[in-house]
């Protein structure tokens, strides 16, 4: 009998732990000149995401999991804002019709919830415009590196931020 529940205790412990690692977002990283993003990559799955699921005003780890980081080869501009090489976590506040980006110089950060503690390590804080993407939304949330710029895209929000390196 006690084989019996051990059985059943190991079987259940252990679809517990495969039902929360598919739950998990992949880790996706996006490249450009000079410049790397490394990000959770959540899905939309049919919910609100901007003013729903992340709320409006609030600092969000601009992914999914452990915070965003972005690096810096070399010293460069962010936003027309000066940054030294280094990597650094990339906190957002999405708006609807404006975002504030954020370089923080704490590391290793799992999602926001600790922001408030370690706000006073902000290297720089850049407001820009966000618009509506037209035609169907965009599933994944999706960071891209053009030349010149950081592009953000998830749902029906486009959100550019000019750097140069």
């Known amino acids: 009998m006690k084989q019996i529940f051990l059985f059943l205790a190991i079987l259940a412990t252990t679809g517990s732990i495969a039902c929360a690692q598919q739950v998990k977002s ?4 996006a490249e450009g000149e000079n410049v790397k993003v490394s990000y959770g990559q959540p899905s939309k799955r049919g919910r609100v995401i901007f003013g729903g699921l992340e709320q409006y005003g609030k600092v969000w780890r601009t992914g999914a ?3 965003t980081e972005i690096t810096f080869a070399k010293d460069a501009t962010f936003g027309g804002k000066p940054v030294k090489a280094g990597t650094y976590t990339l ?3 999405p708006g609807e019709k404006e975002w504030t980006f954020i370089l923080n110089s704490e590391l ?6 600790k922001y408030d503690e370690i706000k006073d390590k902000d290297v720089l804080k850049v407001k820009v415009p966000a618009t509506t993407i037209s035609g169907e939304p965009v599933e994944k949330l999706t960071i891209t590196l053009p030349p010149g ?3 953000l895209e998830w749902d029906k ?3 550019e931020v000019p750097i140069e390196s």
């Open 26 to 29: 992949p880790r996706v990283t």
């Open 149 to 151: 710029k950081l592009v």
């Open 65 to 67: 999991n452990e915070a």
């Open 157 to 159: 929000t486009h959100v």
């Open 108 to 113: 290793k950060q799992w999602g926001a919830y």
């Open 91 to 93: 906190f957002t506040i």
